[in-house]
């Protein structure tokens, strides 16, 4: 197969059409306006729509309604859009309303910076929006894997009847790598929605809904809804680098993780064994495959454009068995191998590291 | 035995949630009359707002999807850009079209999406216990203007109808009210034509219905009726505020 | 082989199509790429760069913060990143517009008047970058000539494709200045 060299906003843009999404709705934002900007050229010659909203919560709703009425939909944004988006996001969890959302994140809090960060996976992974749910988040670390999680992004949002984020960063957008684009799906061959609002010819109409004023009626729903989230556990994806045998096992997710992969090979390099655990899929989160990695470490440390969010997951689901350690940069600024090194090195002679910078 | 009055097919046979003596029914049968009479109920997507007009999925016998408060708009772009060739319909009242959802349906109107807006105005919240509205009249009382609005901190009603006009985008506007049978009858012709120009591809289409609230105005139905041809109405001229009749061809 | 380099200049001396076309370049040989840009306001006229690792490995961290080789086209550029360059790493410099010496005594330096040689040989100031990137890739090998002149059509927009013939002179003559330095000859 033919290679092409893409942005990764646009391997996004590209996957989203080849997975069979023709309707998008957005409002820009740096650092993810690539997609919007590709989808408005190739949306159009494909048959599909593109509108630019008044508003992120415009373009959420946009997003209810069309994957209301069963089609595959996406919305894009940064992190302050999708705070604003938060609001459809809950209502579409709630509803059951299939769609993919990608965050290309940057630095918060606030307006904060349009540079990359991570600080958006307390979001992401816990709920973001009111009430009990989930979305299924994917965290991708390269653009081969954004383009090849778009297309599982949009099965699972399907078959679970629950938003998908993709959950990427300032440099995985921004980034070019060579990527391999998957065949066009068969629209004819997507799967059937009876539950759409298609207009109710020759049944009893269909309704899209969140509301259940019977608070009975209403726990039910949130029962169901946790089951739905459980049967998720299936789903869970990650990829592990050198950690047979690892003393120090390194945990990062997205463009971190591909800085933790370069440390590793510096530290094996300087005969420390290390390795690398990389959640891909946020939620459902990896907790097996985890702990099994970890089982003989003596250390753990986790790698993040954030102030320690992914931390806390990483402890939690380690069940503070090991001494789980944190190295952040924040507000756009990314960590460099050569100071995740020094980290390394520092947690290894004395079972401590520095924490943040 | 001939039959001179039945339920619409487009209704449903639920009871309604509505106060005695408030229009919400009335204005309910009339767009499920036009469904039916367009032979489009099973073409019709509808979508429900939050306020006291919430349910209303349980009373149209169509589909249906409930927005979030404000969006009904953005949902039914969303429809109508997936389903062009099907009737979209939103039905809102004006805590939610006016106020929350202003941002939504102007630039609905503006896009010119195809689908058809019934806006229902009763100057005042009614689901959340009447409190002050954008629609809210000039010395109007309600649970947070308890001295009646003041426009020196309450600021002004807004006039939907004769803003969405403005916009290019919009084809067909019009104010009605259902407070008397002959005003029934021309609300009936005006949401009737909002489909139709609809169905003909033409843009987007609103009726600004003027509806009544007995419980939180604190008048019986029959006063109520009174105060909208007596308060609201000079507030809130009736008529087609677009195409003007000068402006038809 | 890995080759980590860090391309940096003012916005609009061809900075960015210069660092995709060493990585359309280098996919086209099945190497593994990467190229990252620094975007922001900056891009409006102020500095831009962009990082391109080449690789004959997966590429763990796109990331570059000690690059193998440097490539400054005006002065900021040089003071920002020359303290970064790893040791004994290589630095091509533009002396056309950056009039200081680097501060480092342990890089292999290279300076060339691109932007003067541009505008003398070949009439168009704007190939400046291409000069210094023929002098790249003929240094360290990264990729072949070829590959670069065939990756020209896909990196710059079809309204650009008119300057692909001399676009592909400058590359030649910065090869051939490279050459000429290995060989011990002076520019």
């Known amino acids: ?357 | 035995m001939i039959t001179v009055f039945e339920r619409p097919a487009a209704l449903t046979s639920a009871k309604t949630h509505y106060c005695p003596g408030c229009t919400h029914g009335i204005i309910h049968r009339l767009v499920a009359e036009v469904i039916d009479e367009l032979g489009i109920r099973e073409e019709t997507i509808g979508v429900s707002p939050v306020g006291c007009s919430v349910l209303a999925y349980n009373y149209f016998n169509i589909d249906m999807q409930e927005a979030a408060h404000g969006r009904a708009p953005a949902v039914a772009t969303g429809i109508k850009r997936v389903f062009p060739r099907k009737v979209v319909f939103t039905y809102q009242g004006d805590g939610d079209l006016a106020s929350i959802g202003i941002g939504e349906i102007v630039h609905a109107a503006a896009r010119g999406e195809k689908f058809t807006t019934i806006f229902v105005n009763n100057a005042i919240y009614g689901m959340t216990g009447g409190q002050m509205a954008p629609t809210t009249i000039l010395g109007q009382e309600s649970m947070t203007s308890p001295d009646g609005r003041n426009p020196a901190t309450q600021g002004y009603p807004i006039r939907v109808a004769e803003m969405l006009a403005t916009l290019e985008g919009a084809v067909y506007i019009a104010r009605v009210s259902v407070h008397n049978p002959q005003e029934v009858a021309r609300a009936k012709k005006a949401i009737k034509t909002a489909f139709e120009l609809q169905i003909a591809g033409k843009g987007f289409s609103l009726v600004e219905v003027l509806s009544s609230c007995p419980t939180n105005w604190g008048y019986t139905p029959t006063e109520s009726l009174k105060w909208i041809a007596d308060k609201m109405i000079p507030v809130y001229p009736l008529g087609v505020k677009k195409p003007l009749e000068e402006e038809k061809s | 082989m890995l080759q980590e380099i860090i391309l940096a200049g003012f916005g609009g001396q061809g900075v960015m199509s210069m660092g995709q076309l060493l990585a359309y370049a280098g996919m086209v040989e099945d190497k593994h790429v990467s190229w990252i840009p620094s975007y922001g306001p900056e891009m409006r006229g102020g500095t831009a760069n962009c990082s391109v690792t080449i690789s004959d490995e997966e590429v763990s961290s796109p990331i570059i913060s000690e690059p193998d080789t440097l490539i400054v086209l005006n002065r900021p550029s040089l003071e920002k990143f020359e303290k970064d360059v790893k040791q004994g790493g290589l630095l091509l410099i533009n002396s056309s517009l950056i009039d200081i010496e680097p501060q480092r005594q342990d890089l292999n330096v290279l300076k060339i008047p691109s932007s003067d040689l541009a505008n003398e040989k070949l009439g168009n100031s704007q190939v400046a970058n291409m000069i210094i990137l023929g002098a790249f890739i003929e240094l360290t090998n990264a990729v072949s000539p070829e590959s670069v002149i065939g990756a020209l059509k896909n990196v710059l927009p079809d309204y650009r494709h008119n300057l692909i013939p001399l676009n592909q002179q400058a590359l030649e003559q910065g090869i051939e200045l490279a050459r000429r330095i290995k060989l011990g000859k002076t520019a």
């Not at chain 1, 033919?2 to 650092?31: D, H, Q, S, W």
């Not at chain 1, 993919?100 to 996976?121: K, T």
């Not at chain 1, 944190?326 to 002679?349: C, L, N």
Request: aromatic share 8%.
């Open chain 1, 1 to 357: 197969m033919v290679k092409v060299l893409m942005k990764g906003n646009e391997a996004l843009a590209e996957a989203a059409i080849r997975a069979g999404c023709r309707y998008f709705f957005g409002y820009p934002i740096t650092p993810q306006n690539e997609i919007p900007h590709y989808l408005s050229k190739r949306l159009p010659e494909v048959g599909g729509v593109f509108v630019q909203a008044e508003s992120e919560i415009a373009a959420i709703n946009m997003v209810y309604g069309a994957a209301g009425c069963g089609a595959r939909v996406m919305t894009s944004s940064s992190s302050p859009g999708i705070s604003l988006k938060m609001e459809g996001i809950t209502y579409m969890a709630g509803a059951e309303l299939p769609c993919v959302i990608v965050n290309i994140q940057r630095g918060g809090p606030g307006l904060g910076s349009i540079q990359p960060a991570q600080s958006d996976y307390f979001q992401a992974v816990k709920g973001g929006g009111h009430g009990d749910y989930k979305l299924l988040v994917l965290a991708p670390a390269t653009i081969q894997e954004m383009v090849n999680l778009m297309g599982k992004a949009f099965d699972l949002a399907d078959e679970y009847r629950n938003p998908v984020m993709i959950l990427g960063d300032g440099i995985l957008g921004q980034m070019m790598e060579a990527v391999e684009l998957p065949e066009q799906k068969d629209l004819g061959k997507l799967p059937d929605k009876p539950w759409a609002t298609t207009g109710a010819k020759g049944r009893a109409p269909n309704l899209i809904n969140s509301l259940y004023l019977d608070a009975s009626e209403l726990e039910k729903h949130n029962h169901h809804l946790q089951r739905k989230y459980e049967r998720m556990a299936k789903e869970m994806l990650w990829e592990e680098y050198k950690t047979d045998g690892a003393d120090i096992v390194l945990v990062g997710y997205g463009s971190s993780a591909r800085i933790a992969r370069a440390v590793v090979d510096k530290a094996r390099a300087e005969g420390i064994k290390a390795g690398l655990f990389r959640p891909i899929s946020l939620f459902p989160f990896p907790k097996p495959a985890l702990q099994a990695a970890c089982a003989q470490a003596k250390n753990v440390l986790t790698v993040e454009m954030s102030m320690g969010q992914l931390v806390e997951d990483v402890r939690y689901n380690l069940e503070f068995k090991v001494p789980v350690h944190f190295y952040g940069r924040a507000g756009g600024m990314v960590p460099t191998t050569r100071d995740v090194m020094e980290e390394v090195k520092r947690i290894v002679s004395n079972g401590e590291g520095g924490g943040t910078v």
